[in-house]
Nanobody
């Protein structure tokens, strides 16, 4: 069984940057796609970004394209989300999840990102 642990969240001013990490332990996620999702208060969880098992393919929600970059280091069993030019509307709990969109089989506990205006 794989355990995913997110870290790197925090409070940042609008226009600032954060880098989130998702570390896997137990069974790894090498060989699996990994996604970042987020959930803002009172809203449904939404897709943010995805990366293929090798790291060569990525996908982003329109709302974060050009600002966020997903990457992975399979030697460290870690996936990253570099978030630049943050906006107040990016405030949410960010989760990583293993698997294809709609078919996740493991989730982290989430990390809070708060962007102040």
């Amino acid at each position: 069984q794989v355990q995913l642990v997110e870290s790197g969240g925090g409070l940042v001013q609008a226009g600032g940057s954060l880098r989130l990490s998702c570390a896997a332990s137990g069974r790894t996620f090498s060989g699996y796609p990994v996604n970042w999702l987020r959930q803002a208060p009172g809203k449904e969880r939404e897709f943010v970004a995805a990366i293929g098992w090798s790291g060569s393919s990525t996908d982003y929600a329109d709302s974060v394209k050009g600002r966020f970059t997903i990457s992975r280091d399979n030697t460290k069993n870690t996936v990253y989300l570099q978030m630049n030019s943050l906006k107040p509307e990016d405030t949410a709990v960010y989760y990583c999840a293993r698997g294809r969109r709609g078919g996740y089989d493991a989730w982290g506990q989430g990390t809070q990102v708060t962007v102040s205006s």
